[in-house]
């Protein structure tokens, strides 16, 4: 063989595997794994601190419970046929769930904007789509959590009833679900802490206080009846309470209908404004 003549290739046996490098990832049209992912990180962030964000709105939750019980229900109070305690203990679990399904994601968002970490996410693999499921989810399980823990603390004081549980399970994760994306939205909105204040302070919490948690609708004035029938929150924990106590002063499938077509709507919102990048990308 001439010395100048290239050698000849080694020929490997047909069955010896040949490492070609690192290939993409096919992840198809939708990146479950990227958003699982990401859904698993905002559970861990919350769980991590599962005395501030768990024990802590049960507690104030049953502070509200005993204040409101020792202040109006020790005289035999009654509402809607109910002991006035029986009575307060599903408003005010629904009310910590949706309040805590609003602070985790507009924490979550807020946060990473404001320390600049936000470019990390949005530089993954991941759509408008799986973002807003992601983070949405993150929000309605801290909710559900929540909810769960202080049902199981406040029946060692009050009993409960149960007279629809599909109902209850819908408005708890409507409900959650209907927050967490307010959350999204207020989040991406604010500049800084002081805008997410504002909207806790005047928006959100005078929302639910006056949607019917401690009362029945049906003892305020007319124009004040008629102000609360536009309310959601009205309609999430009305809805929540007839599940337990079978009593409601609208129709349970008016506020079904209602938080279905808004969840909706605010999905939709939530999508698009992330996919814009508005005020997410520089």
């Excluded at 040949?18 to 992840?27: Q, Y």
């Excluded at 768990?54 to 104030?60: D, G, L």
């Excluded at 404001?114 to 789509?129: E, H, K, R, T, Y």
């Excluded at 994306?181 to 909207?199: E, I």
Aim: glycine residues 8%; positive net charge; hydrophobic residues 50%.
């Amino acid at each position: 063989m001439n010395e100048l003549s290239p050698p000849k290739p080694n020929h490997l046996p047909t069955n010896t595997a040949v490492f070609l490098g690192p290939h993409p990832r096919r992840m198809g049209s939708v990146n479950w794994r990227g958003m699982w992912e990401l859904y698993k990180k905002e559970v861990k962030r919350f769980w991590k601190v599962g005395v501030q964000t768990v024990a802590a709105p049960v507690i104030t939750s049953l502070m509200f419970l005993l204040v409101m019980v020792f202040a109006f229900g020790r005289s035999g109070t009654s509402v809607a046929g109910y002991p006035f305690e029986e009575f307060l203990v599903p408003g005010l679990v629904i009310m910590t769930m949706i309040q805590n399904a609003f602070a985790n994601t507009s924490s979550s968002i807020l946060v990473s904007k404001v320390q600049g970490n936000i470019v990390d996410v949005l530089m993954s693999p991941l759509s408008a789509f799986e973002l807003t499921v992601a983070w949405t989810m993150g929000g309605v399980t801290r909710g559900l959590a929540v909810g769960v823990a202080a049902i199981a603390t406040m029946s060692l004081l009050a009993p409960l009833h149960l007279h629809n549980l599909g109902l209850v399970l819908f408005h708890a994760v409507a409900g959650c679900l209907f927050m967490s994306t307010v959350g999204v939205l207020a989040s991406v909105w604010a500049d800084k802490f002081d805008h997410m204040a504002a909207v806790t302070n005047f928006i959100v919490t005078p929302l639910t206080f006056l949607s019917g948690t401690f009362y029945t609708i049906d003892r305020l004035p007319h124009w004040a009846q008629f102000m609360a029938h536009y309310n959601p929150f009205f309609y999430n924990i009305d809805g929540f309470r007839y599940g337990f106590l079978g009593q409601s002063p609208s129709q349970p499938v008016l506020g079904v209908v209602v938080l279905t077509m808004l969840n909706v709507v605010l999905l939709t919102w939530c999508f698009l404004m992330i996919r814009s990048g508005y005020k997410l990308k520089a």
